[in-house]
């Protein structure tokens, strides 16, 4: 399928209605890809996170720091979102 539009960018409304139109068909075409920040695990990738994680809590109690607190999971979860090719390694 193509689509072509055509775009008066001196009409506010037609550019709002021309972005409603491919927003649309991106939705429709484009259904199970993901956009901004967020992060698409499979099952075993997962886990190796979640082990990931918990040996970074491990470590930071040992440390006499807060392992339940908010800053090391914002700093745990900054860190997977850097990594592009998001691959997990222990």
Known sequence: M?????????????VEDSYKIVNHFHNKVCRGQYS???IRYNKIPFIK?????AAEVIK?????????GLRLAK??????????????SL
């Open 36 to 38: 901004g920040r967020q």
């Open 2 to 14: 193509k689509l072509t539009i055509v775009i008066d960018t001196e009409d506010p409304n037609g």
């Open 49 to 53: 996170m979640l082990r990931k994680f």
């Open 75 to 88: 700093y745990f979860a900054d860190a997977e979102f850097q990594n592009i090719n998001n691959k997990v």
């Open 60 to 68: 930071a109690e040992q440390d006499g720091e807060d392992g339940k």
